[in-house]
T-cell receptor, first 110, second 115 residues
């Protein structure tokens, strides 16, 4: 079946550093989504990408929809302590369902 | 403007018991989804309700799992004869409509622990 592979699985960085994470798929997606999950909460949508090659920003976050439509990247610039959490990529499976990657857990040291 | 709510927030049960988890979606949202999140894993799709259509149950892991949605609003996920491997966070989401993609808003989840 379809799989989304995220890397890295976890990151430990210093406040102020930039962060990069990526997601690859075994098949093509027409939409890529990036979510963040804070401890004890449900995931919240950060960025949605709808077109191959698209580069979209949301504050300090920038995400790109890979040209092959089989990958996507999320960058966080100048990290701050509240960036801590688990970041998930996701793509539509059809019929409204989503498939999620395993997540990248981000820890930020003040 | 309440978001998606779920209850209970935590549930501890003994192996073999039945449990019911509740989800109240955002008012007016026609689509409702259940996902399961095991420790250190991503979200696994379980079941999807869209309006009055028959639900998509393709993600339910066994016949011990079932869900219903009453009156197009509140949903209950039932797990019968719970097993230890059922321990996970169960997340509910709703969206304004189904279809190719509409933003899904998630509740805080119910953490289920089966002893």
């Amino acid at each position: 079946g379809q799989q989304l592979n995220q890397s890295p699985q976890s990151m430990f960085i210093q406040e102020g550093e930039d962060v990069s994470m990526n997601c690859t798929s075994s098949s093509i997606f027409n939409t890529w989504l990036w979510y963040k999950q804070d401890p004890g909460e449900g995931p919240v949508l950060l960025i949605a990408l709808y077109k191959a090659g698209e580069l979209t920003s949301n504050g300090r976050l920038t995400a790109q929809f890979g040209i092959t439509r089989k990958d996507s990247f999320l960058n966080i610039s100048a990290s701050i302590p509240s960036d801590v959490g688990i970041y998930f990529c996701a793509g539509p499976l059809g019929g409204g369902k989503l498939i999620f990657g395993q997540g990248t857990e981000l820890s930020v040291k003040p | 403007g309440a978001g998606v709510s779920q209850s209970p927030s935590n549930k501890v049960t003994e192996k073999g018991k039945d449990v019911e988890l509740r989800c109240d979606p955002i008012s007016g949202h026609t689509a409702l989804y259940w996902y399961r999140q095991s420790l250190g894993q991503g979200l696994e799709f379980l079941i999807y309700f869209q309006g009055n259509s028959a639900p998509d149950k393709s993600g339910l892991p066994s016949d011990r799992f079932s869900a219903e949605r009453t009156g197009g609003s509140v949903s209950t996920l039932t797990i019968q004869r719970t097993q230890q491997e059922d321990s996970a966070v169960y997340l509910c989401a709703s969206s304004a409509a189904g279809g190719p993609y509409n933003e899904q808003f998630f509740g805080p989840g119910t953490r289920l622990t089966v002893l």
